[in-house]
């Protein structure tokens, strides 16, 4: 009898522990998401990232992104000479096949909080 009790105990105390270190942890994952979350919108409102960005080779040019960029998937137009690509009646594949091949140059129009409005890309020549 008196073991079964010491058991009970043991295995009380061992939940109460469990769940000590449970709380431990979640206010730990707790406190460590928001410390992420401020040093993020610190660190993208700031100029670093931007200033890493910018340094990018622009040139190379991802086919998902004009896809995106296309259909209108991401929040800024797309311009191509001179001329903003509608979502419907274009050849897209023909677009893809010149900006693939490197006959175009891609740049950026920023807003003055540096947030992209637009997509330029202007034809180089072959």
């Not at 610190?42 to 910018?54: E, I, P, S, T, W």
């Not at 209108?72 to 137009?77: D, I």
């Not at 050849?91 to 909080?113: A, P």
């Amino acid at each position: 009898m008196r073991n079964s009790v010491i058991n009970v105990v043991e295995l009380i105390l061992g939940a109460l522990l469990i769940g000590l270190g449970l709380l431990y942890l979640m206010t730990q994952y707790r406190s460590l998401t928001q410390l992420t979350d401020i040093i993020t919108m610190q660190a993208v409102g700031g100029d670093r990232v931007y200033q890493q960005y910018n340094l990018a080779n622009t040139m190379e040019v991802a086919d998902e992104e004009v896809y995106a960029a296309i259909m209108g998937y991401k929040e800024y137009p797309i311009m191509v000479d001179d001329k903003l690509i509608p979502l419907n009646g274009h050849d897209y594949e023909l677009y893809f096949s010149y900006i693939r091949d490197g006959y175009y140059k891609k740049d950026y129009r920023y807003e003055r909080d540096r947030q992209i409005v637009m997509v330029l890309y202007t034809y180089m020549g072959v």
